[in-house]
């Protein structure tokens, strides 16, 4: 499968926010709002079941589509350097960026937003840190393992495509007994298997509230370091066939 045979697929058109459906009649592929049948109009456009309901010829009309802008978040954190996540988060990144060919998108990095080039600019900061924004669908990458509100920034986001990355180590970790430090805050916990339980139901807590949020504003996708990124992310829906 090559990234260049797909597209993100943008969530609900919201004007400016760079969905491709605008809301106004155009030639895209997406419903935009019914009217009377006037002459010239092409017959394939017709609605049966409205003309039927209203008596009188009347067709669908179609949403313009334009294209699309993105703006996309790469997180830094410490917490990604562990097994692996960076490094594939990077290689997502570069699948997205390669979906968006021939369309808008800049990378949000520290200094501002960047074209992306050869090489990724992740943000340190963590997302609550970084507090990005920009016109265009924002695409975030991240473990969404920091401290603080994390669902509340979402909900203010405009639609999005969220996308976790995290190591299959960190979604079913094995009961164990160690002391374990915390690689951003530098706190030490100690673990046993009853923390275990308690740590993987918290965290599919966490994920779960993530995901509806997530899905309510957009799409979401849970990736796990070393799975096929390609069809993943077009299982869940963040990208389509051009």
Not at 143 to 153: K, Q, S, T, W
Not at 207 to 235: D, N, Q, S, T, W
């Amino acid at each position: 499968m090559r990234a260049g045979r797909f597209r993100i697929k943008t969530p609900r058109p919201v004007p400016g926010y760079g969905t491709r459906s605008q809301a106004r009649p155009g030639r895209g592929e997406a419903f935009f709002d019914h009217r009377p049948y006037v002459p010239g109009d092409d017959p394939r456009l017709l609605d049966w079941k409205a003309s039927a309901r209203l008596g009188e010829p009347i067709v669908r009309q179609k949403a313009e589509e334009r294209s699309g802008r993105f703006w996309l978040w790469v997180d830094g954190s410490e917490s990604m350097a562990l097994f692996g996540k960076g490094a594939y988060a990077e290689r997502v990144a570069r699948v997205l960026i390669e979906a968006a060919r021939g369309e808008r998108i800049r990378l949000l990095t520290p200094r501002g937003p960047r074209r992306p080039g050869k090489t990724l600019e992740a943000d340190p900061r963590g997302l609550l840190a970084a507090r990005p924004y920009a016109r265009g669908t924002p695409l975030l990458i991240t473990d969404g393992l920091e401290e603080g509100d994390f669902a509340a920034y979402l909900r203010r986001l405009p639609p999005f495509h969220l996308i976790l990355v995290l190591a299959p180590e960190e979604i079913a970790p094995p009961p164990l007994e160690a002391v374990l430090e915390d690689v951003e805050t530098g706190e030490r916990v100690a673990v046993n298997p009853g923390r275990v339980r308690a740590y993987r139901a918290a965290l599919e807590a966490h994920l779960a509230g993530l995901e509806r949020i997530a899905r309510r504003k957009g799409g979401f996708a849970l990736l796990k370091v070393g799975e096929p990124i390609l069809p993943a992310l077009y299982r869940a829906g963040v990208l389509e066939l051009r």
